[in-house]
């Protein structure tokens, strides 16, 4: 563990606080400057963070200096400041040990009044607020739930556990920057074998600050190995009573850690009395579990498993209870001599209430899988008659997809079957809040040309929107784009080095931590009727882009693709202009919706995009351009429903989502509509009894379209 410490010495700390919040205010103003590019903002909001973590007695420089531009941005209304201090403030006091009591106060009152500001700037000032407020009550509870939640520590206390899992799409990914990102993410966890000591140390310097010696505690704490473990829960304890009890019980909080201090040193024969400087305790990054998506399954697989985790972890924990409960029981019946058999049959009830201990044996839960397990979960788990415990529900699984627009396309078709599944048996809902995060990443030049409609061209139009929406988005995450390729180079160039580069794990747990705004993409479902295929149509799914093109007229298209990025056209007009198709749509305009019947047109090749290419029109609608080399025949049209079908004896390749992996040839028909919730489809679907008819009737206030959100800083208020 880092052992560098900072003193505490209020008069030299004063002597150089100008110094040092003039440093720090230069840095702000460089990342709130608008002539500065995306990715400098990003390195330089990260450079910030890696100060304090280096110095931790920049922190309240750095807090007062934030907290002074909240309120300029306040007096002069500059919004677009909002989100960078509040997400960078918030952070900065996560990481510290200690902030003065004016300080917090003040950091308070401003976050109060920024209550009164519009969506979603409101939104995030009540969580920052609720946070700051529990941080004041009861120093360090912000630092010790995150690193218990993010590393699944194990305690009585806080239960609450979260998991990461970052899918790499094997199409972008080559095996030798695979290796170079699995690298960054999975060296950069810490050791296990210290985080309790880490949470020790943070807290007890938070809840004592003077009263506390760090490099003292960090020897006494090292020194006693395993039998930290004890004074870890008794700190998890103090911190849940004080949360719990609110401002009453900030004393008996301090009282608490003092006893908890004092024993600690005593037990590692150190002064108990000792008083002095603070030790560095960096916020560890989260575990993280790197994958290569190559089985569709697999993100389905590790959900169950994680849930049925969780679950194990907390029914085992209750059936613990009961049993220490029972242990007492018979100390006491043996203690009057009486009751003896009596007690012994009671206990091998209670063997045979848990099937933990008896039917679920490791190797019998090896062999099976995921949702094999889960059902049988579902069975012996507690009946209706008894309680689920309270801590269910509030696990998080973060899912973090790396790639382009394709990786999104086989996240929202991934994302239907879980909804489908979940409608018919909740089996993760019930338990796991699911939270879904983007990296952008692509193996091609990025092209910037609008007018890009080509399947093997700008594959990043999903990210583009983000960035558009949400310019801290931009600074941060699409800045690492162009990054994240580099790395294969940089680790081959740097193969000796045994220090693993932070940045991007150091970003990753920032977005983590801080983007929980979702913007939400409309969900598409797509019939394909396939030539010589009898039954149902193919029923797919898309988020951001279909393209139907006809074989026969493929290099017309080609050749008029590039008649429009050279901005010119030729003269020559060609015999045939493509292939005629009909279509039946709803128009979308501001007048109510218009069904237009019986409308065919020529076209060689059709391109119909989700993602606007302006941020304030919204998600909720398609464009379609159908491409011809007759300006007549050029068609664009906005709707939300349309089918479209060859007349002549012909057939067209459909693409999804710009991926070659999801294409469909000798396809005849094509029907596009909003997805819809399988939830509700379910409740409008299913027949009820007389006594159901009114249940039924409650499918009319469910969400009936299925949105993908995808988290960022901002988000986007609907």
Partial sequence: MNKETTPWNPPAAASMSSAVEASMYNSIQAILRQAASSCSKGMLRWTLHKKVETHPSNSVSLVNVLVKELEKVERLDYKMHVIPLLHTLNYVIIQSSHIPCNLFQRVYECFKRLLTLPEPYCTIALRYTRSIKMEQITPGALYQRRVIAEQSLRNKHFPHQEKVFVFADPAVFSGSLWQAVRADLVLASPQSDTLARRVLLHTLQAGLVKA?????????????????????????????????????????????????????????????????SLSNTPLPSPEIHFHLWTNEEELWNELVNFTLNVSTSERNSMYQEEEEEDVSKRVSLLSVDSGIEKDL?????????????????????GRMKPEDKMAQENIKGPTSSTPLPKEEGNHTARIVMMGDDRVLGRLAKAYHSIRKREAKHLILTKRVNLQIYYIPVTDEPIVNSPEST?????????????????????????????????????????????????????????????????????????????????????????VSHLDAEFPEFKTLRENLRQERSSRRRTRKTLGTCGAVVSMNYSKVSLSKQEVVQGRSVMTCGVVISAISPNETEGLDFLTVNFDSTNPRCCTEIRTQNIKIRILEDKTFTVCLDKDCRRKYTHVQSIEISPCLDPGYCLQTSSKFSVGEEREAGLSKYMCKILPLPINTFTGINH
Wanted: with cysteine; proline share 5%.
């Fill in 454 to 542: 080509s399947q093997v061209g700008d594959r990043l139009s999903l990210a583009s929107f983000l960035g558009r929406v949400d310019p801290w988005y931009e600074s941060n995450i699409n800045s690492l784009g162009a990054m994240i390729p580099k790395l294969a180079g940089t680790q081959s160039s740097h193969s000796r080095s045994s220090e693993p580069n932070h940045f991007l794990v150091d970003v990753l747990s920032y977005y983590l931590r801080c983007g929980l705004q979702p913007v939400h993409f409309t969900l598409y479902s797509v019939k394909i009727s396939v030539s010589g295929q009898t039954g149902s149509p193919v029923d797919e799914v898309f």
């Fill in 345 to 365: 049959s009671d206990m091998e009830e209670r063997e045979q209430r848990n099937p933990f201990t008896r039917s679920w044996s490791p190797c019998f839960r």
């Fill in 212 to 276: 506390c010696h760090g490099p003292i505690l960090t020897q006494a704490l090292e020194d006693l190995g395993e039998d930290v473990e004890q004074y870890f829960q008794e700190v998890v304890l103090a911190v849940e009573q004080s949360i719990e009890n609110g401002e009453a019980g900030r004393d008996q909080y301090q009282t608490k850690l003092q006893h908890i201090y004092s024993d600690i040193l005593t037990s590692a024969n150190q002064d108990p009395k000792a008083r002095g």
